[in-house]
């Protein structure tokens, strides 16, 4: 294992009516007296789930009021930060800063998704910051030593594990980079998760959600050390559980039981517990990130169409552990019977056939879920293929995968995507 240092330092309170039970005292805590609260949202689906009505009802038992106007209208004001989108831009994250400054926000609250999430605990860094956070923190990875807004979370959509890390990625759609970072000092100091919430996403979000979950539990797991160890076994066991849920999930979305394992594997995937010691990948999420920059894609789907691909460019370089993943997660134990099937190609050793045959469950998983798994199918176009080069050239390069990939190589992988 390679030498790490954990910590978490958010406060998860998960189950059916947490809101109601656990938001008044996390605020009590967390939003200095005379200040005012800031509750971010997307585009309206927080009004149907309930969670905007349940977050309201409790701010306003607490004696907080919508605010008005006129910013010097006193403390103890709900402000609005409404209208963030999915792939949250810069600009968008500057407006929340703004606003937050503006009413002398002392608490964020974020209500949604991963993009909510992320455009909130950036707008709490840059709301705090004299400095301009996009250049010095996301471009430049400075270090993160001023004092930023406390920001909880209320998740309605499980998929990013941004309630429980310090993660938040923005695209600048200027430059046409999207750009994730991790500071301890960006972890939400609350998480509450009400499974219920999501039994309104869309079909296509519990998919595309899912497996961007199974994604992170992935390019965790598919990195050094492959000798066995204690973040790869808790690794193994989380995407076992959630092929398992996933697939309960799809054939009854109002499985609640199913709901709420997802929704808490997501965090479990992305608390830093199952990176400890390892040296993380994240290429495909590199891949992904940039074309959903150029492109806007959804990122779950997106991650869909790179994986199988990718894993087939990049298997022998960690055979080891593809092998363990065969046999560990997918039960693919017998290289003789994959042989007699007629699999194997002449030369080909039983790691490898079981690293392929680990590469061909996932990929019968993408199409049993109905992701796409194509970038035809994600809705790319003649202008995108156009654009592939220039694309495959402005992806970062992820220094802990098996093995580094070259632009060329990314070209080839979306080619073969395509
Ligand atoms: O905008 P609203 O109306 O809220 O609708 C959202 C949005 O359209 C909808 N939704 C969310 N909860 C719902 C719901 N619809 C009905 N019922 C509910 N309960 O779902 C749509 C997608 O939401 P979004 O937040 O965009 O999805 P996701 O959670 O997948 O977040 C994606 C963003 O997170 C980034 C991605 O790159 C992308 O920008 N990531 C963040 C990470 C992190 N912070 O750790 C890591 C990830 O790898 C990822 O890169
Ligand atoms: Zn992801």
Not at 75 to 88: D, Y
Not at 209 to 215: A, N, P, V
Not at 303 to 316: C, D, F, G, S
């Amino acid at each position: 294992m390679e030498r790490f240092k954990w910590e978490c330092r958010t406060k998860v309170r998960s189950g059916e009516g947490c809101v109601a039970e656990w938001l008044a005292p996390l605020v009590s805590e967390f939003a200095p007296e005379g200040s005012n609260i800031m509750i971010g949202y997307g585009g309206g689906s927080v009004k149907k789930n309930g969670a905007y009505d349940d977050t309201v009802r409790v701010l306003e038992s607490m004696g907080y009021s919508p605010a008005s106007g006129d910013p010097a209208e006193g403390s103890r004001k709900i402000v609005e930060f409404s209208g963030i989108m999915s792939n949250p831009t810069l600009a968008k994250m500057l407006e929340g800063a703004e606003l937050a400054r503006k009413w002398n926000v002392g608490l964020i609250i974020a209500i949604g998704g991963g993009s909510v999430m992320d455009c909130c605990k950036a707008a709490a860094v840059q709301a705090r910051y004299e400095g301009d956070a996009w250049e010095d923190f996301w471009m430049k990875g400075k270090a993160m030593t001023h004092e930023t807004v406390p920001c909880g979370v209320i998740v309605t959509m499980p998929a990013t594990g941004s309630e429980v890390n310090g993660c938040a990625v923005l695209t600048n759609e200027e430059t046409r980079i999207k750009c994730d970072r991790d500071y301890p000092e960006m972890n939400p100091v609350f998480a509450l998760m009400d499974p219920a919430y999501t039994l309104t996403m869309p079909v296509r979000q519990l998919r595309a959600g899912t497996f961007d979950i199974l994604s992170h539990i992935m390019e965790t797991y598919f990195s050094h050390p492959v000798c066995g160890n204690p973040a790869d076994d808790v690794a193994e066991g989380l995407m076992k559980g959630l092929i398992r849920d996933f697939r309960a999930a799809l054939a009854d979305p109002q499985d609640i039981q199913a709901r709420s394992n997802i929704m808490w594997t997501a965090s479990l995937a992305e608390n830093r517990i199952i990176k400890t010691g390892k040296s993380l990948d994240f290429q495909a999420h590199n891949m992904e990130h940039q074309l959903s920059a150029y492109t806007d894609c959804n990122h779950g789907e997106g991650l869909a169409v790179l994986h199988p691909v990718y894993y087939r460019h990049i298997y022998k370089d960690g055979l080891p552990k593809f092998a363990d993943w065969a046999r560990n997660v997918w039960g693919i134990t017998d290289a003789e019977a994959l042989r007699s099937e007629g699999y194997a190609e002449p030369g080909m050793s039983d790691e490898e056939l079981l690293a392929l045959a680990g590469i061909a469950a996932l990929e019968e998983l993408i199409q049993e879920a109905g992701l796409p798994s194509s970038l035809r199918e994600l809705g790319f176009g003649d202008e995108e293929e156009r654009l592939l080069p220039v694309i495959a050239e402005s992806c970062f390069i992820s220094g802990g995968a098996f093995r580094q990939l070259t632009a060329d190589e990314i070209l080839e992988i979306y080619e073969e995507c395509w």
